[in-house]
């Protein structure tokens, strides 16, 4: 299997595709504007406390207060409680954390009541996004994840993953890792760390103990409350770190900065690999020439297709996520209905789990499959799930089917599932039901290149329409594309764009930013 990852960089916002064997399997897409918030570490302040929940809110500066349960302050909460008391009692000089004394465990059968006053002061990390009414839900245990390790201040300990295998080498990288980790912190050593040298595992070592003491710099300088003290790693540079492998072939990028960002970081976690991340400078739009596009369009919505005229309805409610498999037009199977049902299960159940990685979907999935008679199409349905599910990064737990043929699935959800309109309202009309003449459309695109070209001064732009107006823009030899450029001068360009709806177009300069030349009738 090989692997690419597509970064379609906008003025406004950041698209990420990961495609593999050109098939599209995780997206991500985030205004600028935005920030990815999981993992982002505050100094903030107790708002209320809650003893009925055992918890309390707590105000880090969202609409609305993040959620902190007793269990979630850690174990090593007092000692985390006096070291950040010993950090802002002298704004001038910083107590060592190396001098940071170790107190008694926090007691797992205590109350928040108990442990924390309303006004208190707490260092807290965000684990999951606002999601619909709820606000961030925090921790007191803080970590800080590199590509190989991940550093968690206040403990002595070093752990594996369970996903090494190998004894040896399971004491090796504990060896290694004691040998180097900083007084006063604990490591747990992620899957990629195998095989890994000592000076590697010691360089990203160095750099996540470097963003633990930078923070607790911020928290000593600052006084405002709450105050951002460590800010996770970009939305691309954090998908990489946690995706990236061997099989990753290409990494193409269609802005320098975002390039530059990405490929300064391949060149540390995979020197070897640098060659992979490449500027796109194509004309077409990026996603638009890999098939991401289409790919998107057919991939969101309620109803998703897959083989033979099978499809998916899948229907997103406060609750839970419900789909229901439908065999379509689908033909008989050669076995009759009872292996049409199968064939058509073991589809939905290789495209439900693309899905679920594609829409980020978490919290509880019910599954409802066509009826199946044997017991051993049941277990084969059942195996086929689990193994198609081995992909998933997130945690997820898979039951069997129940006696009403209903799958029940349990996913980690840490943000919003990503849900993308595919429906597309009529640009020209906004609802109206009314519009311009369509044959008067390429007269109104001309009057726009005149005023770009005449009174704004803009020479070189690109104009974006859809695939089927760009072919009727450039029919023929006397095109009209080639009667505007004599007209206007050869800086004028076609390009169409599979994003646009039938009548919309889009403008954009010689340097890529979006030109605005809607008229205040077309953007009511």
Sequence with gaps: MTSEVIIDAKPKEISIALLEDKRLVEYQNEPRSANFSVGNVYIAKVKKLMPGLNACFVDVGYERDAFLHYLDLGSQFNSYAKYLKQVQSDRKKLYPFSKASRLPDLKRDGSVQQTLQVGQEVLVQIVKEPISTKGPRLTCELSFAGRFLVLIPFGDKVNVSTKIKSGEERARLKQLIRSIKPKGCSVIVRTVAEGKRVAELDVELKVLTKRWLNAIV?????????????????????????????????????????????????????????????RYKGKVPIFDNFNVTKQIKSSFGKTVNYAHGAYLIIEHTEAMHVVDVNSGNRSKNEKGQEGTALETNLGAADELARQLRLRDMGGIIVVDFID??????????????????????????ILPLSKFGLMQITRQRVRPAMDVIVEENCPTCNGTGKIRSSILFTDQLEGKIDQLVNKIGIKKFYLHVHPYVAAYIKQGVISLRRKWQHKYGFGVHVISSQKLAFLQYEFYDAKGQFIDMKEEIETK
């Design 372 to 397: 199946m008679n044997l017991a051993e199409d049941r277990q084969m349905l059942y195996e086929r799930m689990c193994k198609a599910m081995q992909k998933d990064r997130a945690r997820h737990n």
């Design 218 to 278: 911020k928290v000593q300088k600052t006084q405002d409350r709450p105050q951002l003290v460590y800010e996770e790693e970009g939305r691309t540079v954090a998908m990489l770190r946690d995706l990236f492998n061997a099989s990753y072939e290409n990494i193409f990028v269609n802005e320098d900065d975002i390039f530059k960002e990405v490929k300064d970081y391949i060149s540390l976690i995979a020197p070897k690999k640098v060659n992979i991340v490449k």
